[in-house]
């Protein structure tokens, strides 16, 4: 998915050349989107602030409500299209460091008849950073409680967590159990960070800012899930390149 405002663009994943907006001289944001949600964004400047000390262990994960329509889901999607927001994320969350190397487990649980076409749709990805923090990243296409994101940074000082699968913070508490309401889209779950995400490109416009997911986040990113394509088909721990080219 790509956009393009007049002479400037916005993409939700890295499959351009990031190169193209700076030959023109032109902002250009990713839509690495939870990065505008509150939480997040909280969790981000607290662990810069060091209010939990040194990173250790991170955590993102995304898990989609429901699987649809598998035969005509891009090979790879599950590294490229879904967890790559859980790649960025924790490196957004571990500010300063990247990735060393990735380990992969996957499988197709919900959909097997579609793994030998590269169809994965549940995986857990291990990810070392060069600042010693390990990492997990985990995904699955079926979630039949709704919409779930969700984050937690470990430190040395502390932990923080963020995400929340509830549709708000009304809980029931009947005779039957305890309930809350769930969401089954992504833009309900995470609507606030949808708008400030393309309020801050609006900004960038204005004022010439850099924008807070950029062309270089998105080849990081990229950089992982390619990682982790080898890294499946291997069946064994990977190093992250730097010089993908997005």
Not at 143 to 168: H, I, K, P, Q, W
Not at 173 to 202: K, M, V, W
Not at 204 to 212: F, S
């Amino acid at each position: 998915m790509r956009e393009t405002h007049g002479d400037h663009s916005r993409g939700s994943r890295p499959r351009y050349r990031c190169g193209a907006a700076a030959d023109a001289g032109v902002p250009l944001q990713v839509g690495f989107n939870r990065r505008f949600a509150k939480s997040f964004r909280t969790a981000h400047l607290n662990v810069v602030e060091g209010r939990i000390g040194t990173p250790q262990l991170l955590r993102s994960l995304t898990r989609d409500p429901a699987l649809n329509n598998p035969a005509a889901s891009p090979q790879w999607v599950i590294f490229l299209e879904t967890l790559i927001h859980d790649f960025d994320t924790l490196r957004y969350l571990n500010p300063g460091a990247e990735a060393v190397s990735v380990f992969v487990m996957a499988d197709a649980l919900i959909a097997p008849d579609y793994k030998n076409n590269g169809f994965l749709d549940t995986a857990v990805v291990m990810i070392r950073f060069d600042n010693g923090a390990i990492a997990t990243a985990e995904a699955s296409f079926q979630a039949v409680y709704g919409y779930d994101v969700r984050g937690e940074v470990f430190g040395s000082a502390g932990m923080l967590t963020m995400g929340n699968v509830s549709e708000s913070d009304l809980t029931r508490y009947l005779a039957n159990g305890i309930q809350a309401d769930s969401q089954r889209l992504d833009t309900d779950l995470l609507r606030d960070a949808y708008i400030a995400e393309l309020n801050h490109f609006a900004d960038c416009l204005r004022t010439g800012a850099t924008p807070l997911a950029s062309g270089e986040d998105a080849r990081a990113a990229l950089a992982i899930a390619r990682a982790c394509i080898e890294s499946f088909q291997q069946g064994r721990p990977v190093a992250v390149s730097r010089g993908v080219d997005a």
